[in-house]
Structure formats: C-alpha cells, structure tokens
C-alpha cells in the first residue's frame, strides 16, 4: 500500500522561510519523478515544482522560480521543498505527488501524470 504524507507546513510572515517534507513508502521511491502543487482558496490546483527520480533535473512554475528549491533524498524517499522569500499569496495548502514516470514530462504542472497524492499540508504567510 503506497502512502504519501506530507509534513513542515505553518504560518510564517512575509519574506520567512519554510521547509516542507514529503515521504512516500510502499513504492520504489527512486524510479519516480516527484512534483509538489497548491491550492489557495477559491483558485485551480496550480504545479509548483518537479524534480526528476535521479534528482539531475528540476523544474519550478515562474512565481516561486529563485524562492524555491525541490531536493529529494532517495535512501529517506523524501522529497523537499524549500520555500525562501514567502509572499502572502504563497498561501496554500500544498500537496505531494508521486509522478508516473522518471523524468517531468512537459505537462508536469497540470497534475494529469500523478500517480499517488499526498493529504496536503497547510502554509500560511502573514503580510
């Protein structure tokens, strides 16, 4: 059974820092891309980043691109997202997914190759 939990969300002010934390087990963590997403109230699900299964290659939708950094650590089967310069409208309740395949195809944002979604964690920046 593949769980997918997620983990570090809070409330943090404007240009604070946040870590958050996605573990999956019941899978072979390594030969999976992993993505993370939000949802804001009232708003689409939106992609925010996706780090290749061998972590070579990442990408990042352009509102969080020189804020946010994905890593992943195979031997935890972690994968990480590390949010700098948070803005109020970072505000969201992020997600975890397990990608269907090694690599983030060109329409990794839109969610369509998830295979396994985490509950979500929440993150909340004050201004």
Known sequence: QVQVVESGGDLVQAGGSL???CSASGLKFGSYAMGWFRQAPGKERE?????????????????????FTTSRDNAKSTV???MNSLKPEDTAVYYCGVLSVNNCPGDWSTGYDIKYWGQGTQVTVSS
Do not use: P
Not at 61 to 67: D, F, I, L, Q, Y
């Open 80 to 82: 990480y997202l590390q």
């Open 19 to 21: 870590r958050l934390s």
């Open 47 to 67: 992609g925010v980043s996706c780090i290749t299964a061998s972590a070579v290659w990442d990408e990042y939708t352009n509102s969080v691109k020189g804020r």
